[in-house]
């Protein structure tokens, strides 16, 4: 007995010690408590989950950068399970990865401090979903900050997700100024790197070519 509990304890050292366990367990929680709440049939609805800033949570005080980017992330699981999206993936056997973000911190969330966090699709792409993520204090209501995700959709697309949800084409809605500003950014960042790296970008080369 001794021995296995030695052999246990030794175990845990080491997923802990390599691992973000942690996050791995937080993650499934999040997923099953999902399944047991009320779905989200609007699979463009907004879906709140609430949090609050917690010691683990802090550096000088107040919410760590890193994780503002951590709690979007069990956000957008919970997202993905209520509206369906999780369950589209698995039919389609697509996947889905971030492809790129960018938050703003408008005001930091101190702690003990209760938020919202709100998340939405807001538009589609033919490879990704772009999707905008807000802490709402729930002290005066402020915006403290928003994030924009890129999720790219591997071995299948948006459309094809939203039609097996909806059984029907679904129509993307007008890409807000700021967003479209953004999207413009990450592919002039693309480009600069694919430049640097002597990586020819193939649709400007075909450009080229019909001239």
């Given at each position: 007995?001794?021995?296995?509990?030695?052999?246990?304890g030794g175990l845990l050292l080491l997923l802990?010690?390599?691992?973000?366990?942690?996050?791995?367990?937080?993650?499934?929680?999040?997923?099953?408590?999902?399944?047991?709440?009320?779905?989200?049939?609007?699979?463009?609805?907004?879906?709140?989950?609430?949090?609050?800033?917690?010691?683990?949570?802090?550096?000088?005080?107040?919410?760590?950068?890193?994780?503002?980017?951590?709690?979007?992330?069990?956000?957008?699981?919970?997202?993905?399970?209520?509206?369906?999206?999780?369950?589209?993936?698995?039919?389609?056997r697509a996947t889905m990865v971030v492809g790129?973000?960018?938050?703003?911190?408008?005001?930091?969330?101190?702690?003990?401090?209760?938020?919202?966090?709100?998340?939405?699709?807001?538009?589609?792409?033919?490879?990704?979903?772009?999707?905008?993520?807000?802490?709402?204090?729930?002290?005066?209501?402020?915006?403290?900050?928003?994030?924009?995700?890129?999720?790219?959709?591997?071995?299948?697309?948006?459309?094809?997700?939203?039609?097996?949800?909806c059984k029907r084409k679904v129509e993307c809605?007008?890409?807000?100024?700021?967003?479209?500003?953004?999207?413009?950014?990450?592919?002039?960042?693309?480009?600069?790197?694919?430049?640097?790296?002597?990586?020819?970008?193939?649709?400007?080369?075909?450009?080229?070519?019909?001239?």
């Amino acid at each position: 007995m001794e021995m296995l509990l030695c052999a246990l304890g030794g175990l845990l050292l080491l997923l802990f010690s390599c691992l973000d366990v942690w996050y791995f367990l937080r993650g499934a929680v999040v997923v099953v408590r999902a399944w047991f709440q009320k779905p989200v049939w609007d699979v463009l609805g907004e879906q709140s989950v609430s949090g609050r800033v917690l010691l683990h949570d802090i550096d000088l005080g107040h919410m760590n950068n890193a994780r503002y980017l951590r709690e979007c992330d069990f956000a957008r699981f919970s997202l993905y399970s209520r509206n369906g999206v999780f369950k589209a993936c698995r039919a389609l056997r697509a996947t889905m990865v971030v492809g790129a973000t960018t938050i703003r911190l408008r005001r930091a969330l101190c702690l003990g401090e209760a938020f919202e966090l709100r998340t939405r699709i807001v538009v589609w792409d033919e490879k990704a979903f772009y999707l905008e993520q807000r802490f709402v204090s729930c002290r005066d209501g402020l915006v403290a900050a928003v994030m924009w995700c890129k999720q790219n959709v591997m071995r299948s697309s948006p459309d094809k997700i939203l039609q097996y949800l909806c059984k029907r084409k679904v129509e993307c809605p007008d890409y807000p100024e700021d967003l479209q500003h953004w999207i413009s950014f990450i592919s002039a960042s693309s480009q600069a790197l694919r430049a640097q790296s002597g990586l020819v970008d193939k649709t400007g080369a075909q450009e080229d070519k019909d001239k």
